[in-house]
Each structure stands twice: as structure tokens, then as C-alpha cells.
């Protein structure tokens, strides 16, 4: 689909549809021999849609309806009678993004914390939100704080004490020099980052090991959580190489753990299929200065689900 408008699937090379539809057939068949069930024993429903935007290169989250429930409820579920757990990728699309541009250095633990005017957890989500709007703003430098859905001005609610855009972006920059020139990315980000979480997802299917994705985590049996992590870290390794992002694991009741990713040299070499080439090459042609992060009041960021349209 495009917009909010349905595409016919036969605008798309019938192989390519094919081979989609069988993915997610494949994978649904595969789950739905496990029971998820909720707090109160009722068994959700997870059968999945995969959702492109434009075309099939473009977007390509998987989505049930077990996937918009809070996390605090979803880890309150069972798999088979089996407490779970979540295993979440951290700062995914910023690892992607260092992967694609061969970044020297690897980042952080928690990459957000690495922006030098980060001091507290309400910076960190403020730096959290506007990296995220760099990536999607073309050339990566903001002009304006992203507009709320609660009306509530962007500094206002993150207490920027009078701070503009402006006088943030340097740190972001800083911290990450990828984004300064980048082209907007978010739905390409998006798609490679489904690409390895379907792999991943095959991949625990071969070991039978029910995994249910939730976007880019995966809810999974405790008792698998050792055999889960393994085929992540490797699969990460094999395709982001030294910038494969840390994991987070969450289970009800305990703090988050966070898991190291497996030890990769820096300038070890590592999957990038046909379309990461392509990106790339876009990214090296397109490179330039950003603007001079002179900022207007506030600016609106789609949010990206509401382009997600084009399903299997």
C-alpha cells in the first residue's frame, strides 16, 4: 500500500510476493502449534501480517494483535504454561545506521547516554526522541522540536530549561557523525531491521523454539532465553558485524539485564546483502553538511506506523 491507500499485489514481481506470502504462511503454521496466553489463561491470537510501505523494500515489521498490548502485560503471559521473557534489540536502527557507514568505533551500552548533555532518564528519553527524528529528517539536523501528541511543547515536557534545537543537535551529532548529511532512512532502517529479525525468527523455527516478534524484540519461553540469545548474538554478529547492538532481557518482576553482543573485531567483515550495498551507495552519493541547526518553534515527525500499509 501507499499512504493509506491499498496497492494491488500484482503491481509487485509475482516471485517476490510469493516468496513474502510463504514467509510469514510458513511462520505462522510454525506458531501457532504453541499457545500464548494472557495473565487470565486466554490464548491470544498470533497470527501475523507482515506490512511494507511503497514496496517491498520499504517497512516489513511483522504485526499481531498480541503486539500492542503494554509490555508489562505481555510479560505476564505464558507460552505453552512457560513464564516468558523479552528479549529486545537496543538502539537498533542506530546500530544499523553505524554498520551501514563502517563507523570506527562501536557504540555504548546505551548509545543514548553517550550524548554529552544527557544527565538524567527524562534527557535520555528527550535524546532518545530527537535521534530519532534526526534519522528521519533528510540531511539528520533538526530545525525544530518534534511536535507532542499531548500538546504539550517538547521542552516544556522534557524541562529543557529554554534550550533550543538548536543548541542540542551539536551533541547528537557529536556522539553520532553518521547522521550529519544523512539521507531520512527510517523506513529503509526499518526493513533491514525486519530482514534480520526474520532471519532470526526462521532460524528458531528450525530449532523449534516458538519466538513471537514484537517489532524488534522477541517474546520468548525463560526457559529457551539462553538458546534464543545465542542465535541472536550470531545472527547480529553476522550481519552488523563489530556494531551488533547490545540485548535487553526483560522478565516480570526484575530489573532489565542487559547481554554484551559477542566480540567481533572492529574492522571485521560482515553480511550486507544486495540492498545494504544499495543503501550505501546512496548514502556515499548523497553525504553533505547539514544546516546550521538554526531552529523554528516545533515541526511535525510522522509517526511511522501510520505509513505502514501493504500486507501479507
Known sequence: MYGKRRLPLDRFPASNVREQETRVSQLNDFL??????????????????????????????????????????????????????????????????????????????????????????????????????????????????????????????????????????????????????????????????????????????????????VHDSVLVRQSDEERVLKILQETLREYLGPHAPWLDVSVSGEDPRMIEPLPCPIDAEYHLDSRLEELLEVITATHSQGDDGLDAEEEDYPVLEEYDEGDF
Not at 54 to 80: K, N, Q
Not at 101 to 112: A, I, K, S, V
Not at 157 to 178: N, S, W
Request: aromatic content about 8%.
Open 32 to 213: 501457532g502449534q504453541y499457545a500464548l496466553e494472557d495473565e487470565g489463561g486466554r490464548r491470544q491470537d498470533t497470527k501475523l501480517t507482515r506490512i511494507f510501505t511503497e514496496d517491498l523494500s520499504h517497512g516489513g515489521r511483522l504485526y499481531g494483535e498480541y503486539v500492542t498490548r503494554p509490555e508489562r502485560d505481555r510479560l505476564a503471559c505464558t507460552i505453552d504454561g512457560e513464564p516468558v521473557c523479552e528479549i529486545d534489540l537496543k538502539a537498533s536502527h542506530l546500530s544499523i545506521l553505524a554498520a551501514l557507514y563502517r563507523h570506527p568505533d562501536r557504540l555504548g551500552r546505551d548509545p543514548y547516554e553517550d550524548i554529552e548533555w544527557v544527565k538524567s532518564r527524562q534527557l535520555r528519553r528527550a535524546a532518545k526522541t530527537l535521534v530519532q527524528c534526526s534519522i528521519y529528517k533528510p540531511g539528520g539536523w533538526l530545525t525544530a522540536f518534534p511536535k507532542q501528541d499531548d500538546g504539550v511543547a517538547f521542552k516544556d515536557k522534557y524541562d529543557l530549561d529554554g534550550r533550543r534545537v538548536g543548541d542540542l543537535m551539536p551533541g547528537i551529532i557529536e556522539a553520532f557523525p553518521f547522521l550529519d548529511g544523512s539521507p531520512s532512512l527510517t523506513l529503509e532502517l526499518q526493513f533491514i531491521e525486519a530482514e534480520i529479525l526474520m532471519d532470526v525468527l526462521e532460524r528458531l523455527c528450525r530449532s523449534c523454539i516458538p519466538a513471537f516478534p
